[in-house]
């Protein structure tokens, strides 16, 4: 079976928000599910190093600090309400530095890591937020995203993105992983079109042979290996993020590669992983290339 690094186990940053709290309980379901621990942190921020008087900095870090440690108690409620006894063991650690680099350097011992998509400040509030965006590009395990009141699907399916890049091998064996634990099929969709759809007209059949012989090639082997997976496929011609994002409604998680064909490693989230964090109804894991 695929192997995933779990040194820290299950890890999950809480802020004290909503969608915090909805990671909480999908990361303790996740530990539960796979007997492993889980660790949850909060993040001491120095951001506020801009005012000037020392006495003042003291009292907003020991205010942040306290907050913090309010916020970890909490969240280990939430953990324990969630699954009860299932989770052998729930850590609780505050770090300190920028959130983005302090979570991300833990997540280096990490099975996976777990966010809410937005969280409380302003910004986040606008798009799929700055900390778990930036965690999907910077973390070095999977990170899943987790909305403030995702649809519980548990009889539904896993959904995973297959565009043929090396990164989408990576979605590929955790998607597989994640189906076998659940005891549910995985879909693997590949669209074979996405190109404008303005693009002229002309014969698609010979496109179409070689996206399925494509598809077929990327599952063989997992399906080997999860033999008690069933595996249903989908070849689209369509966009492949709103294909995931409109399709996520039944499914109980959507696994993508940080980016695909067209990506930057180590830079940039594509686009396709992009969109579909922003806007899915299911919990999202992105994978990095291992």
């Given at each position: 079976?695929?192997?995933?690094?779990?040194?820290?186990?299950?890890?999950?940053?809480?802020?004290?928000s909503?969608?915090a709290?909805a990671?909480?309980?999908?990361?303790?379901?996740?530990?539960?599910?796979?007997r492993?621990?889980?660790?949850?942190?909060?993040?001491?921020?120095r951001d506020?190093?801009?005012?000037?008087?020392?006495?003042?900095?003291?009292?907003?870090?020991?205010?942040?600090?306290?907050?913090?440690?309010?916020?970890?108690?909490?969240?280990?409620t939430?953990a324990?309400d969630?699954?009860?006894?299932?989770?052998?063991?729930?850590?609780?650690?505050l770090?300190?530095?920028?959130?983005?680099?302090?979570?991300?350097?833990?997540?280096?011992?990490s099975?996976v890591?777990?966010?809410?998509?937005?969280?409380?400040?302003?910004?986040?509030?606008?798009?799929?937020?700055?900390?778990?965006?930036?965690?999907?590009?910077?973390?070095?395990?999977?990170?899943?995203?987790v909305?403030?009141?995702?649809?519980?699907n548990?009889?539904?399916?896993?959904?995973?993105?297959?565009?043929?890049?090396p990164?989408?091998?990576s979605?590929?064996?955790?998607?597989?992983?994640?189906?076998?634990?659940r005891?549910v099929?995985?879909?693997?969709?590949?669209?074979?079109?996405?190109?404008?759809?303005?693009?002229?007209?002309?014969?698609?059949?010979?496109?179409?042979?070689?996206?399925?012989?494509?598809?077929?090639?990327?599952?063989?082997?997992?399906q080997?290996?999860?033999?008690?997976?069933?595996?249903?496929?989908?070849?689209?011609?369509?966009?492949?993020g709103?294909?995931?994002?409109?399709?996520?409604?039944?499914?109980?998680?959507?696994?993508?590669?940080?980016?695909?064909?067209?990506g930057?490693?180590?830079?940039?989230?594509?686009?396709?992983?992009?969109?579909?964090?922003?806007?899915?109804?299911?919990p999202?894991?992105?994978?990095?290339?291992?």
């Open positions: 079976m695929y192997e995933f690094t779990q040194k820290a186990g299950v890890v999950v940053a809480v802020d004290g909503a969608e709290a990671a909480v309980r999908w990361a303790a379901h996740e530990a539960a599910l796979r492993d621990h889980l660790t949850i942190v909060s993040v001491v921020s506020y190093l801009y005012i000037r008087d020392p006495a003042t900095q003291d009292r907003v870090y020991r205010w942040q600090r306290h907050h913090c440690e309010e916020v970890l108690r909490r969240a280990q939430i324990e969630a699954v009860g006894a299932a989770l052998p063991e729930i850590r609780t650690d770090i300190f530095g920028k959130p983005v680099p302090a979570i991300a350097d833990i997540s280096k011992d099975r890591l777990v966010v809410g998509r937005r969280g409380l400040g302003t910004f986040d509030r606008l798009m799929a937020g700055s900390v778990s965006s930036g965690l999907a590009r910077y973390a070095h395990c999977p990170v899943a995203v909305q403030e009141e995702p649809d519980r548990q009889d539904g399916p896993v959904i995973v993105g297959i565009d043929g890049s990164i989408s091998e979605a590929i064996a955790l998607a597989f992983d994640e189906a076998s634990h005891g099929p995985l879909v693997a969709m590949h669209a074979w079109v996405d190109v404008l759809d303005t693009a002229p007209e002309f014969d698609w059949r010979l496109e179409r042979e070689q996206a399925n012989e494509l598809l077929g090639e990327r599952l063989a082997g997992w080997e290996r999860y033999p008690d997976v069933k595996v249903i496929r989908k070849l689209v011609k369509a966009h492949p709103r294909w995931l994002i409109e399709h996520s409604r039944n499914a109980q998680l959507v696994v993508v590669g940080s980016h695909g064909r067209g930057f490693a180590g830079m940039l989230l594509g686009s396709v992983s992009r969109n579909v964090l922003h806007a899915s109804h299911a999202v894991i992105v994978t990095r290339g291992h």
